[in-house]
C-alpha cells in the first residue's frame, strides 16, 4: 500500500483529522446513549471462516492467521495461494508458482493507482526438473489484487485478521 505524504501530514492522519472533526460537527454522531463513543461493529464474512467456500473461485471469508487458500489452481491458472494477517492492519500474500506455470499479478489501491508485479514463472535447473517461483506483496484494506483467473479484495484488516473476497476475474 503507497502512502502519500506532504509535510508533516500523511494521508492517512488528515483522513483521521478530517473524520474527528466531521464526528465533532455531529452532534450524537459516533456516540452510544451513555455519550461514550461506540465502536463500530465489525462487518461479518458472508461464508465466515470457511476456506472450502473459495474452491469455485467465489467467497468471503475472514482469516485470522497464515492460510492457503484452496482455489482451483488449474481453473484459474494461479499458483498456491497463501495469505496471512499481519498486525499492521495489512494482509501478507504470496503466490508460488511450479512447474510450467505463470502468475501475472496487479495490485490497486483505494486511490486507483494499480500496479503491476509481473509473476512467478517457469525455472528449471537444465535437467528437466521444474523450479519454483513466487511473487510476495502486502495490501490493507480496500486493495484489489487480480492475479490471473482470481480477483482478491481485502474487505478490512485490523489487529491480525482480515476479511478477503475472493471473485473470478
Known amino acids: 500500500m503507497t502512502t502519500h505524504s506532504s509535510p508533516g501530514l500523511t494521508v ?9 472533526v466531521a464526528v465533532l460537527a455531529l452532534p450524537g454522531c459516533g456516540s452510544g446513549e451513555d455519550g461514550k463513543a461506540s465502536t463500530p461493529t465489525p462487518r461479518a464474512a458472508a461464508d465466515g471462516t470457511d476456506l ?4 469455485d473461485g467465489t467467497c468471503e471469508v475472514k482469516v485470522t492467521g497464515p492460510v492457503t487458500l484452496p482455489v482451483d489452481r488449474k481453473k484459474f491458472k494461479i499458483g498456491k495461494l497463501e495469505t496471512k494477517p499481519e498486525k499492521d492492519d495489512t494482509v501478507s500474500f504470496t503466490i508460488t508458482d511450479s512447474g510450467n506455470s505463470f502468475t501475472s499479478v496487479q495490485v ?13 514463472g517457469y525455472s528449471s535447473g537444465g ?15 480496500g486493495t484489489r489484487t487480480t492475479a490471473n483467473g482470481i480477483v482478491i479484495t481485502v474487505l478490512s484488516a485490523a489487529d491480525g485478521s482480515a476479511i478477503l473476497r475472493v471473485t473470478p476475474a
Open 52 to 55: 472450502n467456500a473459495c474452491k
Open 127 to 141: 535437467d528437466g526438473q521444474s523450479g519454483r517461483s513466487s511473487t510476495s506483496w502486502t495490501a490493507g484494506a
Open 108 to 120: 490497486c489501491g483505494t486511490d486507483g493507482q494499480c500496479f503491476d508485479l509481473g509473476g512467478g
Open 12 to 20: 492517512r492522519a488528515a483522513c483521521s483529522l478530517l473524520a474527528g
